[in-house]
């Protein structure tokens, strides 16, 4: 079994900052990408941010500059530093990653999800 867990989530001003972690559990061979999402009331889950098994990032064009993924191999966590937020990103988060269970199983995992607020 595989979960993966996010926190770090919560409310905050606009201006201000979050991290928010994906830790990844169970039979994990190695995590190849992980993203995250997001999905504010109403609207459809978009893509946040990604990152490749060699490190490489893409960011939808509304947090670049803002938000930075990343991630420990050696933990199996995935990292979102948002730095000056604003009302427009509260959303729940949820993480993605496809992993390797085996060294030929590769699979998709999504968390539950953590709720980001920001205040005006």
């Known amino acids: 079994q595989v979960q993966l867990v996010e926190s770090g989530g919560g409310l905050v001003q606009a201006g201000g900052s979050l991290r928010l972690s994906c830790a990844a559990s169970g039979n994990i061979f190695r995590i190849n990408t992980a993203s995250w999402y997001r999905q504010a009331p109403g609207k459809q889950r978009e893509l946040v941010a990604g990152i490749s098994s060699l490190g490489n990032t893409n960011y939808v064009d509304s947090v670049k500059g803002r938000f930075t993924i990343s991630r420990d191999n050696a933990k199996n966590t995935v990292y979102l530093q948002m730095n000056s937020l604003k009302p427009e990103d509260t959303a729940v988060y949820y993480c993605?990653?496809?992993?390797?269970?085996?060294?030929?199983?590769?699979?998709?995992?999504w968390g539950q999800g953590t709720q980001v607020t920001v205040s005006s």
């Open positions: 993605n990653a496809k992993l390797f269970t085996t060294p030929t199983v590769l699979r998709v995992y």
